[in-house]
């Protein structure tokens, strides 16, 4: 009887550590994804604003056009 008492712990055991494996590696991946993202964020370009055009202002408009 005791072995199959011994059996059944060590099965027991053996499935606690299989699911302690499973989340280790479940936050692995999910650290690695979380990493991934913040890279692909910091990795974006800033707008470059030497390539934009340039603004310039609008011409003055005599006031006599405007009546």
């Known amino acids: 009887m005791?072995?199959?008492?011994?059996l059944r712990m060590q099965l027991m055991r053996e499935q606690l550590?299989?699911?302690?494996?499973?989340?280790?590696e479940q936050q692995q991946q999910?650290?690695?994804h979380y990493m991934q993202q913040r890279?692909?964020?910091t990795a974006t370009p800033a707008i470059?604003?030497?390539?934009?055009?340039?603004f310039q202002p609008r011409p003055q408009?005599?006031?006599?056009?405007?009546k």
């Open 17 to 24: 550590q299989q699911e302690e494996q499973r989340e280790r």
């Open 48 to 54: 470059n604003v030497s390539n934009t055009a340039v």
């Open 30 to 32: 999910a650290a690695l």
């Open 61 to 66: 408009v005599p006031v006599e056009v405007l």
């Open 39 to 41: 890279m692909a964020v």
């Open 2 to 6: 005791s072995s199959r008492t011994g």
